[in-house]
């Protein structure tokens, strides 16, 4: 299953939009990637789900290339309360088997 | 729609002793995965079950950890004469099938196993 490589750590003020890069270069031709959202004590929170070119919810965009080696979240207008650890995912398209990276841990300040 | 459910949230043993930790998947998914997550760690993947069975355990250690889903009721996560390195977040997560890029994993709160 693909390793993820993402910044560890990244701050940010209220009302920017926020971009985390993550790699993964051996993804193969099944697999999609997944963003998680964790605060501290609880569960991770899915974010969004993607396989190729862009997908776009109520709170995230998630922007993939052709080539599927790398992915890109974006956040638009945080808030304090997007203070969290954001895990980049590539998940096997046939098992369903998430491998977790260390995740980037993202710090909004007023 | 009730979440992933488990419980206890948090959980004391002592060296020696048994650990049972129970997951409720999300109603209608019959998919189940098991990760621990060490402090400033992220998660690491230890078993998948379906119903009644074990579809991949290659991240579980092969001593004192088992993992069962039964046709009825939770899926339980059990450790054995626990150490204190087994002290963890052991998360639950739930899907209703696999390798469906609509379908993603949906996790549980976590408990967090305290090993005197």
């Known amino acids: 299953l693909a390793k993820t490589t993402q910044p560890i750590s990244m701050d940010s003020y209220e009302g920017q939009e926020v971009n985390i890069t993550c790699s993964h270069n051996?993804?193969?031709?099944?697999?999609?990637i997944t963003w998680y959202q964790q605060f501290p004590s609880q569960g991770p929170r899915f974010i969004i789900q993607g396989y190729k070119t862009k997908v776009t919810n109520e709170v995230a965009s998630l922007f993939i290339p052709a080539d599927r080696k790398s992915s890109t979240l974006s956040l638009p207008r945080v808030s304090l309360s997007d203070t969290a650890v954001y895990y980049c995912?590539?998940?096997?398209?046939?098992?369903?088997?998430?491998?977790f990276g260390q995740g980037t841990t993202l710090q909004v300040k007023p | 729609n009730a979440g992933v459910m488990q419980n206890p949230r948090h959980l004391v043993r002592r060296r020696g002793q048994e650990a049972r930790l129970r997951c409720s998947p999300m109603?209608?998914?019959?998919?189940v995965y098991w990760y621990r997550q060490l402090p400033e760690e992220g998660l690491k993947f230890m078993v998948y079950l379906q119903k009644e069975n074990i579809i991949d355990e290659s991240g579980m250690p092969k001593e004192r950890f088992s993992a069962e889903f039964p046709k009825e009721g939770p899926s339980i996560l059990r450790i054995q004469q626990v150490v204190r390195g087994d002290s963890a977040a052991y998360f639950c997560?739930?899907?209703?099938?696999?390798?469906?890029?609509?379908?993603?994993?949906?996790f549980g709160d976590g408990t967090r196993l305290s090993i005197l």
């Open positions: 051996n993804i193969a031709t099944n697999d999609y």
């Open positions: 995912l590539v998940g096997d398209g046939d098992t369903g088997k998430l491998i």
């Open positions: 997560a739930s899907s209703p099938r696999v390798g469906d890029g609509d379908q993603p994993q949906h």
């Open positions: 109603k209608g998914h019959s998919h």
